[in-house]
């Protein structure tokens, strides 16, 4: 029974790495293409994937599979001269065919803010060396 859970849990954990990494490899140098948006007031300050407050001012981004922590360039695909680098941390875009949200400042940055979504091309840098974050957040404690 227990030879049954554990071939069932591999197989399972198999499953799950296989639609995080293809993304990774849809090229040689790790590159995706797609529809970039941005994030602000709304979520700031709320809990991102990763727990920490969402903070529109700093340079972060969600994605739906790349590793919480990984650093990407996100270059604007009719200017790749208009880069901006930002660490995921945050799950999503859930609208539409889009692969990126960025935080506003990002999307300022980026040219991208006052338009709210444009063309991009992503660069993953560097991945995380452990899982940043595996499960849920924490409770704050309670003061007595």
Not at 92 to 118: C, E, F, M
Request: a positive charge; aromatic letters at 6%.
């Amino acid at each position: 029974m227990k030879s049954q859970a554990t071939i069932l849990s591999l197989l399972i954990l198999s499953f799950v790495l296989m639609f995080i990494a293809v993304p990774l490899v849809q090229s040689s140098e790790h590159k995706l293409q797609g529809i970039a948006s941005w994030y602000g007031a709304r979520f700031h300050g709320r809990t991102t994937a990763n727990c920490e407050r969402f903070d529109m001012h700093a340079l972060t981004a969600a994605h739906k599979t790349l590793p919480l922590g990984s650093i990407v360039k996100v270059s604007l695909h009719s200017d790749p001269s208009k880069t901006v680098i930002v660490r995921i941390n945050d799950r999503g875009p859930y609208v539409g065919n889009r692969i990126i949200d960025l935080s506003k400042a990002a999307a300022t940055l980026l040219g991208i803010h006052d338009q709210g979504i444009a063309r991009v091309k992503i660069s993953l840098i560097k991945v995380p060396s452990r899982n940043i974050y595996g499960g849920r957040c924490p409770q704050p404690r309670q003061r007595r």
